[in-house]
């Protein structure tokens, strides 16, 4: 019944290699998005898509390639992983493609932890 | 640069006191939300508050929201020990995305 999941909740890894986190959401929202948050909570969107479709993208180094195979469906692949990639990452969505007096829903995050 | 800043950062308060944070934006916003994470949990909508109002109940939450002062506050009346967690703001002055804070930590002392 869990409407946005992802997978693993926790991942150590070592600097360099390649890792990929899945969501999945069962809401039948339009919109999802991946967001980092740091060890001082500070909460950051990275992308957005819609219908598939990316429409944010936050600056974020090109080693992290977020994939949307169909709307349901967000995945967050991580290349050469740094040190400074440790945070917690969340996948959300939200219905519509305006984020204007919509709510987002959260996924559990995902640990991720490089050594 | 982050749209929303809470304050204070964390919070200690004894079981049936009222809790009372703040939160302040820098640009024009559509809607403000607030939400809560539990430790080791994901964001969980708590209340939306549009731009034309200005207070909003829900439950045993107030939220206020001053558009001339670009803040708003969150008021937890009578707290319980399972209100312990981290609090956000977060708005919507651009039409795809929200800006989250660094959020309240609030502590509730049985």
């Known amino acids: 019944d869990t409407a946005v999941s992802q997978t693993p909740k926790y991942l150590v890894t070592q600097m360099g290699n390649d890792k990929s986190i899945k969501c999945e959401q069962n809401l039948g929202h339009d919109t999802m998005y991946w967001y980092k948050q740091d060890s001082k909570k500070f909460l950051k969107i990275m992308f957005s898509y819609n219908n598939k479709e990316l429409i944010i993208n936050e600056t974020v180094p090109n080693r992290f390639s977020p994939k949307s195979p169909d709307k349901a469906h967000l995945n967050l692949h991580i290349n050469s992983l740094e040190l400074g990639d440790s945070a917690v990452y969340f996948c959300a969505s939200s219905p519509g493609q305006r984020i204007s007096g919509n709510t987002i829903y959260f996924g559990e995050g995902s640990w991720l932890t490089v050594v | 640069s982050q749209q929303g800043e809470e304050d204070p950062q964390a919070l200690s308060i004894q079981e049936g006191e009222n809790a009372t944070m703040n939160c302040s934006y820098k640009?024009?916003?559509?809607?403000l939300q607030w939400y809560r994470q539990n430790s080791g949990r994901g964001l969980v909508h708590l209340i939306l508050i549009r731009s034309n109002e200005r207070e909003k109940h829900s439950g045993r939450l107030r939220v206020t929201l001053d558009t001339s002062k670009k803040s708003s506050s969150l008021l937890i009346t009578a707290s319980r020990a399972a209100d312990t967690a981290s609090y956000f703001c977060a708005t919507d002055g651009n039409d795809y995305k929200l800006s989250f804070g660094a959020g309240t930590t609030v502590t509730v002392r049985a």
């Open positions: 640009t024009s916003i559509n809607n």
